[in-house]
């Protein structure tokens, strides 16, 4: 603990007051630590594009760039990838400002199955080579929620490179949809390590890893899952985690059908 003292008076005249100032040096020094860890948080935020950036240049390299149907597809791609670790880029600078009020979302109705096709679509390209095979249970009713999709896809990237980080070879990740309470519940569901019951509430907290070398060794840094809630949260929605340890993880996210974020509305 450090202390430091301020002496009140009027002008020059007596002394009125004395205020004393504490500084918890440890909270001083988790905090300055938490900020150097920021850039290799940067990094691995970067780290889901570039890696389907590089897979995309590789199939183009590997002929698809003489296929005239699939060049100016893979092109897109890679063009809407580069896009998105921009905008990334963005939100990680608004994040280190830890300021939850500077989040701006810029909400659109969209077709929540159709949104989540593409996502795991965009997945079977890069998880060629890990074998793991992606379920999809979607809702056959046709599900709409109100939401920032590129924050959103955002988030379900980060989730879902989790699951696959976290999965066994040969291991089975499902992607699910469904409808709830009007809302969209989407999940996302491995068979990996899993994450024991007393760790469970501080996954969503920023830089928290359960096992930070293995984490480290992934290419965690804890940050992924802070930036899934905060997003989800400031769409007026909930994330939360159930897990077994050794069998398997689900992340549940639901958001409203209605929500105005302009009206600061979080009760879903
Ligand atoms: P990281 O960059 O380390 O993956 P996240 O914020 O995304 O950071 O996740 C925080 C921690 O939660 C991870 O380090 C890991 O310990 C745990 N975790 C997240 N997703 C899973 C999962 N699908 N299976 C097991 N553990 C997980």
Do not use: C
């Not at 996302?188 to 969503?204: A, C, R, S, T, V």
């Amino acid at each position: 603990l450090e202390a430091s003292f301020s002496v009140i008076r009027n002008d020059d005249g007596p002394v009125t007051g004395l205020i004393t100032v504490l500084h918890d040096v440890t909270e001083q020094e988790k905090m300055d630590r938490e900020r150097r860890e920021f850039v290799s948080n940067v990094s691995h935020e970067l780290r889901t594009p570039l890696t389907t950036l590089k897979s995309y240049m590789e199939a183009l390299e590997d002929g698809a760039i003489v296929d005239q149907d699939l060049a100016p597809r893979f092109l897109k791609v890679t063009q809407n990838e580069t896009d998105r670790m921009i905008r990334l880029v963005n939100d990680l600078l608004q994040l280190s400002k830890m300021d939850r009020q500077d989040l701006y979302i810029q909400t659109k109705d969209t077709d929540v199955t159709q949104w989540m096709n593409e996502v795991v679509d965009r997945f079977d390209m890069v998880v060629k080579d890990k074998n793991i095979t992606f379920t999809r249970d979607f809702s056959e009713i046709p599900i709409h929620a109100v939401m920032d999709r590129d924050k959103m896809t955002q988030v379900v990237d980060n989730i879902i490179s989790n699951a696959i980080k976290y999965s066994p070879e040969g291991g089975t990740v499902t992607v699910g949809s469904h409808i709830e309470n009007g809302g969209a519940q989407i999940y996302i569901q491995d068979e990996g390590m899993g994450i024991p019951l007393k760790n469970q509430h501080k996954i969503f907290e920023r830089f928290y890893r359960v096992d930070k070398a293995r984490a480290r060794n992934l290419g965690g840094t804890g940050l992924g899952l802070a930036i899934a809630k905060e997003i989800v949260v400031a769409h007026g929605g909930t994330i939360n985690v159930s897990s077994e340890y050794h069998q398997g993880t689900r992340i549940t996210i639901f958001l409203p059908s209605h929500f105005n974020p302009e009206a600061g509305d979080q009760s879903g």
